[in-house]
């Protein structure tokens, strides 16, 4: 199946810094992506959709000029935490789709603010 | 508004024997896909099974198969022969053309634990 990247895998930021999360396609074109959210021992919570080349569309509840969202090109799509704090701490998790279907996820990214 | 319930936070099986995980779904999409997704600790999403709205025959997939009953709006899987590696989170999801824009969204989750 397609492949999905995120980088970091792990990150600790010192609270009031900001954190890029990236997510990349490896293998195809995504002209949609995903990024959701985690907390432990709970289900994944929709943050926004990206798609290349507009303004990611967020969803309700979910703070825009928190959570940066970039999708430069049809492989990367980044996630920039700004002016992190400890209740950001969380795992964030990116897909990619492919078709109306199809939908890939990366690995994960585990943020950690101290 | 699209849904997915999953009633069962945490469920027990012995090694070998078959366990179902229960997923209802609420939506006003003619056209939708539903899905099945193991997590283990590691924090990954591995896909499972696919079943789309218009499939007439229930998907399977290797040990795990999927029972699509349209008219209740459920989409249980079933794991044959469980393993002990099969212990792990499992999330129903659903994904809808018109009215949901592309996006998925999840149940929250069944937590299962194979007994040896």
């Known amino acids: 199946g397609a492949v999905v990247s995120q980088h970091p895998s792990w990150v600790i930021c010192k609270s009031g810094t900001s954190v890029k999360i990236e997510c990349r396609s490896l293998?195809?074109?995504?002209?949609?992506m995903f990024w959701y959210r985690q907390f432990p021992k709970k289900s994944l919570m929709l943050m926004a959709t990206?798609?290349?080349?507009?303004?990611?569309?967020?969803e309700q509840g979910v703070e825009k000029d928190k959570f940066l969202i970039n999708h430069a090109s049809l492989t990367l799509s980044t996630l920039t935490v700004t002016s992190a704090h400890p209740e950001d701490s969380s795992f964030y998790i990116c897909?990619?789709?492919?078709?109306?279907?199809?939908?890939?996820f990366g690995p994960g990214t585990r943020l950690t603010v101290t | 508004a699209q849904k997915i319930t999953q009633t069962q936070p945490g469920m027990f099986v012995q090694e070998k024997e078959a366990v179902t995980l229960d997923c209802t779904y609420d939506?006003?999409?003619?056209?939708?896909?539903l899905f099945w997704y193991k997590q283990p600790s590691s924090g990954e999403m591995i896909f499972l099974i696919y079943?789309?709205?218009?499939?007439?025959q229930n998907a399977t997939e290797g040990r795990y198969s999927l029972n699509f009953q349209k008219a209740r709006k459920s989409a249980n899987l079933v794991i044959s022969a469980s393993q002990l590696g099969d212990s792990a989170m499992y999330f129903c999801?659903?994904?809808?053309?018109?009215?949901?824009?592309?996006?998925?969204?999840f149940g929250a989750g069944t937590r299962l634990f194979v007994k040896a």
């Open positions: 293998d195809f074109q995504a002209t949609t």
């Open positions: 999801a659903m994904r809808g053309v018109k009215t949901g824009g592309f996006k998925t969204i």
């Open positions: 990206s798609n290349e080349g507009s303004k990611a569309t967020y």
């Open positions: 079943q789309g709205s218009y499939d007439q």
């Open positions: 939506t006003s999409d003619p056209s939708y896909g």
């Open positions: 897909s990619a789709g492919l078709g109306a279907y199809e939908q890939y």
